[in-house]
């Protein structure tokens, strides 16, 4: 009896075949990528967050939620694990109450070479096998893949 390999295609996604690569490409990512998280005891969204406050710290959630394009709770959980494993502080803001501004914690900025370090390897993986120009033609598909699948569900929800 043979089982599938991740190379072979389940007749359901036979009209899918890109969507199930980017899937199957997606899920390889993300798992290698939360196995080096795992070793600096990071949840897999928690860099992008500290990315982006290591090049602006000091602002607010809106803003994070913004830059990371990630869902409200799932941001506003990260944050808090973040705080309470001492990488970032959420205070008041001065104008506004209401608002929370995150700033990082000397352990926090700390964390901004191994993750520089982190997607430095990671990319070393995953272009290994390809040419700078197969590298460049596979950021351009996907950054338009990207934007058709964004376009697409933008119109949906409004329409």
């Not at 190379?7 to 390889?28: C, D, H, N, T, V």
């Not at 928690?46 to 959630?61: A, I, K, P, S, V």
Request: glycine residues 6%; charged residues 25%.
């Amino acid at each position: 009896m043979s089982g599938t390999t991740s190379s072979e295609l389940p007749k359901a996604a036979g009209e899918g075949r890109l969507s199930y690569a980017i899937f199957q490409l997606a899920r390889a990512h993300r798992g290698h990528a939360a196995a080096m998280l795992r070793a600096m005891n990071l949840h897999p969204g928690q860099e992008l967050l500290l990315m982006q406050l290591f090049d602006h710290d000091g602002q607010t959630q809106a803003e994070l939620l913004e830059r990371v394009g990630l869902d409200h709770s799932t941001v506003s959980k990260s944050l808090r694990r973040m705080q309470d494993a001492g990488l970032l502080t959420r205070e008041p803001a001065l104008h506004d109450r209401r608002v929370m501004v995150v700033h990082l914690t000397d352990a926090g900025r700390a964390l901004q070479e191994p993750i520089t370090d982190m997607w430095r390897t990671l990319e070393q993986v995953s272009v290994r096998v390809l040419t700078p120009e197969q590298v460049e033609m596979f950021t351009t598909c996907a950054r338009l893949i990207e934007k058709s699948v964004r376009d697409h569900s933008r119109q949906a929800s409004v329409g």
